[in-house]
């Protein structure tokens, strides 16, 4: 029974991680590195906390963070998109701001609490005949509906990627977003739609911390787990499902120290805490030696788009 | 239709012209925001720049400030010529300030004079070594290299914390887990009230200068940023090049590792980098990857650092306030580069155009 809730755990710690990690494969596929993400998660969190405790209204909550989470990544496309800034820096300067927003935003929220009715909202619910079914039920199935929702949108974006005429597109932007204009996709639109979809995702990762994680406000909310989405694209090869297991995985890892303890083993958390990113950088060396084309991710990633340079 | 046209040659002056621009247009923006805080802008860019320099201690402070930022952007400008994306600065001032303060812990007994320099020389190993992994796969295999770098920053900030909370936990500190300070001998000496960072600093800025534009290794360095393919038919050995690049870059890092840990906070602990090797990308990318350059834009974020953590104790605005004002900034001049490099046509400005000519 340990281990079936320890799996359930993990499930849990894994769903901001999931919503973090689908936005930014969104955005990537797009051609466009988001390093903001610890930022877009932050600024999600704080404006979902405010207006849930606002409005006592989950939906209006939902909706705020990833208005903020978009907010953070208009700026970062605006600059990266229709001005050609570096990707990289400027989305490690849209972290800077996101931390800075949400500290100063969430300084009269410390200590503050998730008010009842939306507690309620957010508790777990067992789905009709797919929470009975043994262990798979108890594990996935009786959860939050943040999870399921979690769930739902990774299997539309696999879908959507993989099964759309606008999925073909998007992947071609990311790919060689000269033939993707050569053939008629307008390539900026593209790119800012994914990227502001994308940074809304992220925000609704960093608000299931506030709401529903914690759920109260604390400085620094998202602990670093922005990184941790960004090593989990790479993990899971840019694809949506590989997401929901690897946000799994990497959920199971989060926790697995603090759990360890009970058994007095010897193992450090911070050792463990390592290995996430010990594993993405194995995923990213093996795909490099067998050139790996479905690990190498875009191919246009990181390098803005400039019709009159083609 | 608006068409944009890649500027051809573009005067000093004018750049100038134009980031000076979109640094005030992005303290009017905040200074927006600060009239919706309730306060006066003018009087907190006013204490800004006094917290910065308004007295001798403040000024040390943002020298203080602005060592680590200028050697560590130093580092990774060397990796940004080769068009090698390290973003791993943070880990690699870890790993440095780790083998310094190996030695400074367990050696303490050597006078200064032999264990500051074994330090130094162990820090530039400790970050040189943790930048060239990610080198050799990107070398050998084509491996990822803003990825990589990027993961192995963690690795090192809980390698750090492993040691903060676990084997070299002070058993004096009371259960307070903090690692037990460095001896006298470990410490670098103040010259002027600052430690003597500053001159290294400043030495470094002057020798990696002369490094990239009279030195063979440093012109190799800079075609095989270039173009590889140029740097391959010339002769030059591609891979080493880049190895010894990343060497030099991951180096530089450990020595801000070193100084931070040995003058700053006499010990080691996880808050050694403090977010400077983020910091100090933005820096390097902002300053065109020139030593000089890097010198000023490293001291005016030091101001904007030293500034933001005044106004906090002098109008109750929280230093986060600050932080966001940092990011404005930087978006905007992050945003003036396109005006530098591109010119907007306009549709009305094509056809006066074509009446002139």
């Not at chain 1, 405010?50 to 907010?71: R, S």
């Not at chain 2, 990610?134 to 914390?161: C, D, R, S």
């Not at chain 2, 030195?215 to 050995?237: L, Q």
Request: aromatic share 14%; proline share 4%.
């Amino acid at each position: 029974m340990a281990l079936i809730s320890f799996f359930a755990a993990a499930v849990v710690a894994g769903t901001p991680l999931l919503f973090a990690t689908l936005g930014e494969i969104l955005t990537e596929k797009s051609g466009n590195l988001n390093l903001g993400v610890e930022g877009m998660m932050l600024m999600g969190a704080v404006v979902g906390f405010q207006v849930g405790i606002m409005t006592q209204n989950p939906y209006l909550a939902l909706i705020g963070a990833m208005g903020a989470g978009g907010l953070g990544a208009i700026i970062y496309g605006f600059l990266t998109i229709t001005l050609r800034a570096n990707q990289v820096v400027t989305g490690l300067s849209l972290t800077i701001f996101g931390a800075g927003f949400a500290n100063y935003m969430g300084q009269k929220l410390i200590g503050q609490v998730v008010p009842e009715s939306m507690k309620i909202f957010f508790r777990p619910v067992s789905l009709p005949v797919l929470g009975d079914i043994p262990y798979i039920g108890a594990i996935f199935f009786r959860q939050d509906p943040f999870v399921y929702l979690g769930y739902i949108t990774a299997i539309v974006l696999g879908i959507y990627l993989y099964h759309t005429q606008y999925g073909l597109h998007v992947r071609v932007v990311g790919e060689n977003p000269g033939a993707a204009d050569a053939s008629g996709v307008s390539v900026s639109m593209y790119k800012y739609i994914h990227c502001v979809v994308g940074g809304a995702l992220c925000g609704l990762g960093g608000a299931y911390l506030s709401l529903v994680y914690v759920p109260a406000w604390q400085e620094n909310v998202t602990a670093g787990r922005g990184w941790i989405a960004v090593a989990l694209v790479i993990f899971a090869a840019w694809n949506p499902y590989k997401a929901l297991i690897g946000a799994c995985f990497f959920g199971g890892l989060d926790i697995v120290g603090f759990r360890l303890q009970a058994f007095d083993l010897k193992i450090s958390q911070y050792i463990i805490n390592m290995l996430p990113y010990i594993v993405t950088i194995c995923v990213l060396i093996i795909a490099s030696v067998r050139k790996s084309k479905e690990y190498g991710g875009p191919k246009g990633l990181g390098i803005p788009y400039f019709r009159e340079e083609r | 239709m608006i068409r944009l046209i890649k500027k051809a040659d573009i005067s000093q002056s004018q750049i100038m012209t134009i980031r000076i621009m979109a640094v005030f247009l992005s303290l009017f923006t905040a200074g927006v925001f600060i009239l919706f805080l309730g306060h006066n802008p003018f009087s907190v860019y006013g204490s800004m720049m006094s917290g910065s320099f308004g007295s001798l201690y403040r000024l040390q402070e943002t020298i203080l400030k602005t060592i680590p930022l200028l050697i560590t952007s130093l580092g990774i400008a060397v990796a940004f010529r080769m068009k090698f994306w390290n973003i791993g600065a943070e880990g690699q001032i870890c790993m440095g300030a780790f083998c310094a303060s190996f030695f400074a812990l367990h050696f303490s007994e050597l006078p200064s004079l032999i264990l500051l320099p074994i330090m130094m020389v162990a820090g530039i190993v400790g970050g040189g070594v943790w930048a060239l992994i990610p080198g050799v796969f990107k070398a050998y295999f084509g491996t990822n290299e803003t990825l990589f770098t990027l993961m192995m920053n963690y690795i090192a900030l809980k390698w750090i914390t492993y040691l903060q909370y676990g084997p070299w936990k002070d058993p004096d500190a009371l259960g307070f887990p903090k690692i037990k300070n460095f001896s006298e001998s470990a410490i670098l000496p103040n010259i002027f009230g600052i430690h003597i960072g500053w001159i290294i600093a400043l030495l470094l800025v002057a020798i990696m200068h002369f490094f990239i534009h009279y030195t063979k290794k440093g012109y190799e360095i800079t075609v095989v940023g270039e173009s590889e393919n140029t740097a391959r038919y010339a002769g030059m050995d591609v891979k080493k090049v880049v190895l010894i690049g990343l060497l030099i870059s991951g180096g530089l890092c450990g020595i801000t590792g070193m100084i931070q840990a040995s003058a700053i906070s006499n010990t080691l602990s996880v808050e050694v980098s403090g977010g400077v090797g983020f910091t100090a990308i933005i820096t390097t990318w902002l300053s065109g990857l020139s030593a000089p350059m890097i010198v000023l834009i490293s001291f005016l974020f030091a101001i904007l650092v030293q500034g933001g953590s005044f106004i906090q104790t002098a109008f109750q605005i929280p230093q986060s306030a600050a932080q966001m004002l940092q990011g404005v900034i930087l978006f905007f001049v992050l945003g003036s580069e396109f005006f530098i490099q591109y010119q907007v046509i306009f549709p009305w400005n094509q056809y006066m155009q074509k009446e002139e000519n």
